[in-house]
């Protein structure tokens, strides 16, 4: 195996891609020569050529309508939206012609492709560099939308959603970019979509579940640690696909624990945790002992100068853990 951060493992997975199917093109803003802007595409260009990995103009909504159009025509496009705030301009294009392709033709016509797109703050990028859109796309039915925490899921994900038959979108959290490193394996393998992880198991009687995904998983690893000095044990549940949900496992981890935590970066209202809230209270509610809460961002936008005051950071997982706990 091979130590990897984030970038270099979903470049890996990439070029394997791109050597197993020549069907699979890379294409987006600044991808190709300059290898993007966070270089996650580096070398790709060089190896491939410009038929393959395809420089751009700035126009999402023309780079994800050629990428349908390339899709419907039997080619697997791979397009980089270079921040998840600039999606919006091709929204459209996902949701009215992507997400429906499938359903609206009866199978005849699908277009499988995955977009890949840095998300999250952490950078200091402010209201246009720092959003977590996902809540938007997994209200979409035909998507999936996953987001991995570390460089072996983040490659074995990739692979995966580049096998899977739908749509994927994939949010790439670009705080831990360079900073989450780990061993991946250097050929082929694959990481289940749709199935989450504990990646921490709780211990003894006052125990809460954490539920979270990409960048904010090390900071509830971070509050369980600090929650433990105080009696609490934690018990992490990394999401990895963001949709179609995995809530049998986060309903697993309830029923042993009696409490559960939902942290995530986007803003409050209408985001992810609320609907992980209600499913638990669906399926676990006699064996909560506390309410279900959440520690979000915040229903502003994203600020730059308090950007660590709006991010979930463990300071305020914890005091949210700790009270869950003791309720």
Same mark, same amino acid.
């Given at each position: ?43 790709l ?25 390339m899709? %419907? ?11 998840a705030?600039?999606?919006?301009? #091709? ?8 997400a429906? %392709?499938?359903?609206r ?6 277009a499988?492709m ?8 952490? =950078? ?14 997994i ?8 987001c ?7 490659? #074995?994900? %990739? %692979?995966?959603? *580049? ?8 949010f790439e ?8 490193r780990?061993e ?13 992880k ?5 211990? #003894? ?15 509830? =690893? ?9 009696g ?17 496992t ?7 624990t009696?409490?559960?935590?939902? $942290? ?6 209408c985001?992810?945790?609320?609907e ?24 502003t ?9 709006? *991010?979930?950071l ?6 949210? $853990? $700790? ?5």
């Amino acid at each position: 195996m091979a130590q990897m951060n984030l970038v270099a493992a979903i470049n890996d997975a990439l070029r394997l891609a791109m050597k197993a199917d020549d069907r699979v093109v890379v294409m987006g803003e600044d991808v190709g020569k300059v290898g993007g802007v966070f270089r996650v595409t580096q070398g790709l260009y060089d190896e491939f050529g410009e038929d393959r990995v395809i420089d751009t103009p700035l126009s999402e909504g023309g780079i994800l309508g050629t990428a349908i159009g390339m899709a %419907l025509y039997g080619l697997l496009p791979v397009p980089e939206i270079q921040f998840a705030d600039f999606i919006f301009p #091709g929204y459209d294009q996902i949701v009215s012609e992507l997400a429906k %392709l499938r359903y609206r033709s009866g199978g005849e016509y699908p277009a499988k492709m995955v977009i890949r797109t840095p998300v999250g703050g952490g =950078i200091r990028g402010g209201l246009y560099h720092s959003q977590s859109p996902e809540s938007l796309f997994i209200h979409v039915a035909g998507l999936k939308v996953v987001c991995p925490s570390n460089p072996y899921d983040a490659k #074995g994900l %990739l %692979l995966a959603s *580049l096998r899977d038959p739908d749509p994927v979108l994939f949010f790439e959290p670009k705080r831990i970019y360079r900073a989450a490193r780990g061993e991946v394996p250097e050929g082929d393998y694959t990481v289940p979509l749709s199935k989450a992880k504990v990646v921490r198991e709780a211990q #003894g009687s006052k125990a809460v579940t954490v539920v979270a995904w990409g960048a904010m998983l090390y900071e509830a =690893i971070a509050a369980a640690e600090e929650a433990e000095k105080q009696g609490v044990s934690c018990e992490i549940v990394d999401l990895r696909t963001l949709w179609p949900l995995d809530i049998d496992t986060v309903v697993e981890s309830v029923k042993k624990t009696g409490r559960v935590v939902v $942290v995530h970066e986007a803003p409050r209202t209408c985001g992810l945790g609320g609907e992980i809230v209600a499913l638990v209270n669906e399926k676990a509610f006699l064996h909560l002992e506390a309410p279900p809460c959440r520690v979000t961002g915040f229903d502003t936008p994203f600020p730059y100068t308090l950007e660590m005051d709006y *991010l979930p950071l463990a300071h305020r997982i914890l005091p949210a $853990v $700790v009270a869950t706990a003791n309720y």
